[in-house]
């Protein structure tokens, strides 16, 4: 009963938290729209609706850009579990997108082995350069969040560098790289949309990081460590060890989200600034209260919302940069610890009081039997 209402508690939590966010998104709607009806019409039913009729096409592009920020959701997701506020996964996103690229144009493969070469060397890039800070972290006691943070802007100046000076094609008018063979392209799923088949291994990815977690004694062990760190080194615990392995994955899994996104919905590499997808992966994480089952129903979320503000701004005059705010205020109000603190507090007294009620009833019938 307890932990059930401490559950609903959370969940209650979670939509007063979002509900707060919609509403200061609406005020400042009625600021900057010319018409705040047809802005809300685009945030909050235009994704799904237009004109009457499902939009089909919209439905699959919010299917799409849930891919990579499921993937960057998970490797939040772990890395938290562990306690660990690594926000490296940008950079790891977009070094592998720029690893799987680099093979997708100068190493030619067959159809289909092509591919899967390509989001592995992706995902292993993004998994040892997440080594650094976890490193750091364990061997010199520095801040990971401090380390990864710094680190993501080395990636993009250090990518930006070899896309400008060595791998661009001076052909086009833009800074991009020479196209990707179509070897190396991930199919879609749907032809004319921008859903590929990536989609189907982030949910693959959803079930292998669930069943990691509560399913295997390395998964019990970085929660464990997210828990209760002293505690877990005091009963054996490689500590050290464990944490380094949370990072390493959380690259790994980011690294795969950044390619599988390249291969997928892209020609060439024309990524010039950090993509965005690692900040908004721990908005998602926090959404999904670190459950990675979680994860891509908060993907869902945050890829409508994002959906939303898209048509606002096309249609409605409204910034695109809404979702940011959206998403700010939402991150704002789970990360505040005294949110709703007296709800909590209520509930767990009533708890104790029940608890210390049924002690007393059994104790009182222990007593009449003797």
């Not at 209760?228 to 795969?256: D, T």
Request: charged share 15%.
């Amino acid at each position: 009963m307890e932990n059930k209402r401490q559950s609903m508690f959370e969940i209650f939590r979670g939509f007063i938290a979002i509900a707060i966010a919609i509403f200061v998104a609406f005020i400042l709607i009625l600021i900057c729209a010319d018409d705040p009806g047809k802005a809300l019409e685009c945030l909050l039913i235009r994704p799904l609706i237009s004109n009457g009729a499902l939009n089909v096409k919209s439905i699959f592009t919010i299917l799409a850009r849930m891919t990579p920020i499921i993937f960057t959701g998970l490797a939040v997701c772990v890395m938290f579990s562990a306690n660990q506020f690594n926000l490296g996964g940008e950079g790891a996103v977009m070094l592998g997108g720029f690893i799987a690229a680099l093979i997708g144009i100068y190493v030619p493969m067959a159809t289909g082995l092509h591919v899967v070469v390509a989001v592995i060397a992706g995902t292993i890039v993004g998994g040892l350069v997440m080594i650094i800070p976890a490193v750091i972290k364990v061997k010199l006691k520095a801040s990971e969040m401090v380390c990864s943070l710094m680190m993501n802007y080395v990636i993009m100046f250090t990518i930006l560098h070899f896309l400008n000076n060595v791998f661009a094609d001076r052909s086009k008018g833009a800074t991009q790289s020479y196209p990707f063979l179509e070897t190396s392209l991930i199919p879609k799923m749907v032809p004319g949309t921008e859903l590929s088949w990536g989609f189907v291994a982030a949910i693959v990815a959803t079930i292998l990081v669930a069943f990691f977690m509560y399913r295997t004694r390395w998964g019990y062990s970085i929660r464990m460590i997210g828990i209760n760190e002293s505690f877990s080194k005091y009963s054996g615990m490689k500590v050290g060890g464990i944490i380094i392995l949370s990072q390493v994955i959380g690259g790994m899994l980011s690294g795969m989200g950044g390619a599988i996104e390249m291969m997928g919905r892209y020609n060439t590499f024309l990524w010039k600034d950090l993509p965005g997808y690692g900040w908004t992966g721990i908005t998602v994480a926090i959404l999904a209260k670190n459950n990675p089952i979680m994860i891509p129903f908060a993907a869902l979320f945050i890829s409508y919302l994002n959906r939303g503000c898209e048509l606002m701004s096309i249609y409605a005059g409204v910034p695109a940069e809404m979702i940011d705010i959206i998403q700010a205020v939402i991150f704002l109000f789970f990360a505040a610890e005294h949110f709703l603190s007296g709800t909590r507090q209520k509930i767990v007294v009533k708890d104790a009081k029940e608890e210390l009620h049924k002690k007393e009833l059994a104790t009182a019938g222990e007593g009449g039997n003797a």
